[in-house]
């Protein structure tokens, strides 16, 4: 019923960037909250940003001020723009999308497949 599809993941120097894009698509009424998470070698998932619908950001505090989260538009398109990269920033990054699907009842969780980031020398 939703697809939500990452891209842009690769192989970086540290200090460079990235974009990371995340599109989600199908029986979507609403989402009210996008997201990108993270989960690096025998880690956890983590969070690295979100933003709801209304604009309101959160940053994990390692990414705070290198990276930036953009608006999701009418196409339910978000971004992950990612500067200073660091070895530490090595991880699969997700895209999360809180979706209100068409004859459901609530927001439910999708999740995409994964873009692996590596930062290295």
């Known amino acids: 019923q939703v697809q939500v599809v990452e891209s842009g993941g690769g192989l970086v120097q540290p200090g460079g960037s990235l974009r990371l894009s995340c599109a989600a698509s199908?029986?979507?009424?609403?989402?009210?909250?996008m997201g990108w998470f993270r989960q690096g070698p025998g880690k956890r998932r983590d969070l690295v940003a979100t933003?709801?619908?209304?604009?309101?950001?959160n940053y994990a505090r390692s990414v705070e001020g290198r990276f930036t989260i953009s608006s999701y538009n009418a196409n339910n398109t978000v971004y992950l723009q990612m500067n200073d990269l660091k070895p530490e920033d090595t991880a699969v990054y997700y895209c999360?999308?809180?979706?209100?699907?068409?004859?459901?009842?609530?927001?439910?969780?999708?999740w995409g497949q994964g873009t692996q980031v590596t930062v290295s020398s």
């Open positions: 999360n999308a809180r979706v209100f699907v068409r004859g459901s009842s609530e927001y439910s969780p999708y």
């Open positions: 199908g029986s979507i009424v609403d989402i009210n909250v």
């Open positions: 933003i709801t619908k209304s604009g309101t950001t």
